[in-house]
Structure formats: structure tokens, C-alpha cells
């Protein structure tokens, strides 16, 4: 029997469960996208649709940029759309519980996290500043709680040693649709067998503002790099570049040093620890937090305990391009460090 769905979901990581479950056409019929409404983007703030909505008519179905909040008028457009269960993948809106029970069959969220663990808004990003080796995805009903309704479906993954959180969430996107797919199909057979998640606490996986994405050296390079692949592509980590001129080898840097020159934000979109051999012919294998050693093929940076090689930046206002490019094109003193 075909089950007529509501999709709900607004980013790029929403669009291959929408194309999966639109395209198995035998057992699935999307009735209506639900989506959030078209934002102002870029410099001139001209309005966009989401990734889901662009998608959706693509594939020719209904779109709702419905207000869930404004439940009677909401609840009466599921009534009349006939639909018996929704999908919902990066949706953004928290669902009233009215809402929740204006669907038959009930709201079944992907989840890009191994539920309990990191309930909430950024669980792909926590969960790679964290240092978790395995992470996953995870298919559950929603019901009032943040996270915590019964599962039905799961998968688990490693996370690469160099993956950003943007390439894992791209992975995970793809990998889930099916796993979401078939957590529907059970539901629409009666063959779903829901489990309570166990009770406990476990960490929040709080989302990720431009503020906490501004890069630490004082802390050991392995978290440095973990902060920065947390934060790729989004919000994008980031850090300030300064000339000190008087620069002391042997005093430790903090933001609140003084320097004699306007500092150059600098956005770090790649990185890696850096090569032990590099360090011990150069000779810097104790750069201070921040300091910044250059030459023509390289850029590395000092943190409390080891060093980082910075791969690819982008200067504000700039293009994405290789370190060391952007080092010779910005004429950086032997005194530049990052803070």
C-alpha cells in the first residue's frame, strides 16, 4: 500500500532523503514539502528558497511554508492533504504536540547522531569536537521532548581522521535517506518495532555561533584541529591575524596584547598536525600558541603543545586558496601571529 507522506525539512542535508522517498513512487506519496519560508542571502539580501524547496519543485510537488505554530489553520491543511505519517530531516521548527497528533501514524525524524547521545542542533559538529570516533545516524519518532522519542532505526559510522563536519554530514545525509526509507515502510506495515531511548543524561549538542567558532591556540593541536573541522564549513572557523612588532620568544601571546598593526581576519577551511619531520629541519617544534612560522611551501602555527599546518584559508573579503599563497600575497612579518 502507498503511504501518502508530508516531507519536512530546509537544508542541502534534507534534499537526498527527499529525492529517496519522492522517487520510490511504489510505496511513498509525497502529498506536500513542508519548509522554512525563503531568506535574504548575501550582500544584497535578495530572498532564496532552501535547498528543499528548490528541490521540491524540481520534482514537481506541493510546497507549504506553513507556520506550524499557528496550529489550527496548520492542522487543518494536514487534515485536508490526506497525509498518514511525515518525514522530517533538518526541519528547524519545533512541532507542538497538537501538531504532532494531527498526523495518523505520528513524525519521523533522521537524526544525525547515535541517539541518546547528542540530542540537539549541531550533533554532527559536537560530535567531531568531542573526538568521538563513531557517530551515526539515527531514525525516531518525535514526540514532546527534544531528541528523546522511541527508535526505530540505526546505523553507525567512523568519523575520518580529517573529516570536516560538512563532509560528514554530506555522508550521513546520503547514507541515512534508506535507513529513514525503510523505518517508513515498517511503520506503514505495522512491522515497526519502536524502543524507548534509555534514560540518562547525555551531552546537548548545542549549536555551534560565529563567537565559538573563533580558533584557539592555547589549547593542544590535536583539539585546535578538531575545533576547526567542528566548525567547517559552517559558521567557519576563524581567527585574527596580527603584526606584533616587538615580538618576544619567550613571553606568551594573549588576545589582549597590543600590536602595531590592524589585524587581518583569517578563515581556516583546512589543516592537519603537522609533520614531525618538517618541524625538527625548520627547527620549530616549539612555536608559542599562535605564533606563526612561514616559508614558501607552508604555513604553521603554534599552539600549547605541538604545531598545526594551516592547508587552506580565506582572507576576508578574499577567495578559498592554498596557505601558502595567501602568505606571500599578504607580505606577513617574521612577528605575525594569530589570535
Not at 283 to 291: A, D, H, Q, S
Amino acid at each position: 500500500m502507498v503511504l501518502p507522506l508530508l516531507f519536512a525539512g530546509t537544508p542541502e542535508v534534507a534534499v537526498p532523503s527527499l529525492r529517496l522517498l519522492a522517487q520510490d513512487t511504489e510505496n511513498f506519496e509525497i502529498r506536500a514539502v513542508l519548509t522554512r519560508p525563503d531568506a535574504p542571502t548575501g550582500r544584497g539580501r535578495k530572498l532564496v528558497p532552501s535547498p528543499v524547496k528548490q528541490a521540491a519543485l524540481e520534482l514537481g510537488l506541493e510546497v507549504w511554508e506553513s507556520n506550524p505554530s499557528e496550529e489550527e489553520s496548520f492542522i487543518e491543511q494536514i487534515k485536508n492533504s490526506g497525509v498518514k505519517a511525515a518525514a522530517v530531516v533538518a526541519y528547524g521548527k519545533i512541532l507542538r504536540e497538537s501538531v504532532l497528533n494531527a498526523v495518523p501514524l505520528g513524525w519521523y525524524n533522521l537524526h544525525f547522531s547515535l541517539l541518546p547521545q547528542w540530542r540537539g542542533a549541531a550533533p554532527v559538529q559536537r560530535a567531531i569536537w568531542a573526538g568521538d570516533e563513531i557517530t551515526g545516524a539515527t531514525v525516531f519518532r518525535i514526540t514532546k521532548g527534544m531528541d528523546s522519542g522511541p527508535i526505530l532505526a540505526q546505523y553507525t559510522t567512523e568519523i575520518g581522521k580529517h573529516e570536516t563536519s560538512g563532509e560528514l554530514l554530506n555522508r550521513l545525509s546520503i547514507d541515512g535517506a534508506p535507513l529513514l526509507s525503510a523505518s517508513l515502510s515498517a511503520v506503514e506495515s505495522g512491522s515497526a518495532n519502536p524502543v524507548e531511548q534509555n534514560p540518562g543524561s547525555y551531552d546537548v549538542a548545542q549549536k555551534i555561533t560565529v563567537d565559538d567558532a573563533h580558533i584557539r591556540f592555547d589549547v593542544p593541536a590535536f583539539v585546535a584541529d578538531r575545533q576547526i573541522r567542528a566548525c567547517t564549513p559552517n559558521p567557519g572557523a576563524w581567527c585574527n591575524i596580527v603584526a606584533k612588532q616587538d615580538y618576544d620568544l619567550n613571553q606568551d601571546l594573549s588576545l589582549d596584547s597590543k600590536s602595531d598593526s590592524l589585524p587581518i581576519k583569517l578563515h581556516v577551511l583546512k589543516c592537519a598536525l603537522a609533520n614531525s619531520e618538517d618541524l625538527i629541519s625548520r627547527n620549530i617544534n616549539n612555536l608559542l600558541p599562535g605564533k606563526l612560522f612561514v616559508d614558501k611551501h607552508h604555513v604553521w602555527v603554534g599552539t600549547s603543545n605541538g604545531v598545526l599546518e594551516l592547508q587552506e584559508v580565506k582572507a576576508q573579503g578574499k577567495k578559498a586558496m592554498k596557505a601558502a599563497d595567501w602568505a606571500r600575497g599578504a607580505h606577513l612579518s617574521d612577528n605575525s601571529y594569530c589570535e
